[in-house]
């Protein structure tokens, strides 16, 4: 079965500190990625996803970027925090292909705190 | 480009009253389509979703969504409410093009049900 790993489920950065989340994804294989991030009232809010290794779309533009550096790996990163970037992150992944079931399964988030 | 609106952003109902949530999304090509649910201090979890046949499904716990695509939409119903029934419920739309598969979320409807 699938399952999907998101680290670390809570984090406390200062500003201007570097982020680095990661997710992995087991028993599937090219599988569609995503970062989302929930806010009270906003909804799921699409960051980033990728179709492949290193195939990367960025849907808002901000102090955050993200890496596929394997099939099944996707790192969301900044290089320096803002008090804006705290929130509730949450990577999910798909299967891919015209007409598959493509339903999202979520990890289990990571709460980041910027203070 | 894609966007899903949910325009009940707070509902507030009575035991064993009729549910019906909005959803309306905006892109001319296929699209599969979904509602996720997600429970005070719990993660997203699938309620139910529409790829192709009939326009009418039949999730879990009695939920069912209709999908009009005159109307671009796929309300979310439900007979009659319970009080565990009180969640935040999140349509959502995956773009279905080839190579290019974008799930996308509308910003939720927080639902309470009053016993």
């Known amino acids: 079965s699938q399952t999907i790993h998101q680290w670390p489920a809570t984090l406390v950065q200062p500003v201007g500190s570097p982020l680095s989340l990661e997710c992995t994804v087991e028993?599937?294989?090219?599988?569609?990625l995503y970062w989302y991030r929930q806010a009270a009232g906003r909804g799921l809010q699409l960051l980033f996803y990728?179709?492949?290794?290193?195939?990367i779309s960025s849907e808002v533009p901000q102090n955050l970027s993200a890496s596929r550096p394997q099939d099944r790996q996707f790192i969301l990163s900044s290089k320096k925090l803002l008090l804006s970037d705290s929130g509730f992150y949450l990577c999910?992944?798909?299967?891919?292909?015209?007409?598959?079931?493509?339903?999202?399964?979520f990890g289990q988030g990571t709460r980041l705190t910027v203070v | 480009a894609q966007s899903v609106s949910q325009h009940n952003h707070h509902v507030i109902l009575s035991e064993a009253a009729s549910l019906e949530l909005g959803c309306n999304y905006s892109y001319g090509g296929t699209v599969n389509l979904f509602w996720y649910v997600q429970y005070p201090g719990q993660h997203l979890q699938l309620l139910l979703k529409y790829f192709s046949g009939d326009p009418l499904v039949k999730g879990i716990k009695g939920f069912e969504a209709e999908f009009i695509k005159s109307k671009f939409s796929f309300n979310l119903r439900k007979p009659s409410v319970q009080w565990s029934d009180t969640a935040e419920y999140f349509c959502a739309v995956n773009a279905i093009n080839f190579g290019n598969e974008k799930l996308t979320f509308g910003t939720g409807t927080r639902l309470t049900i009053i016993p």
């Open positions: 999910a992944w798909s299967h891919r292909g015209r007409g598959s079931n493509t339903e999202a399964f």
């Open positions: 028993g599937t294989s090219n599988p569609n």
């Open positions: 990728s179709v492949g290794i290193g195939q």
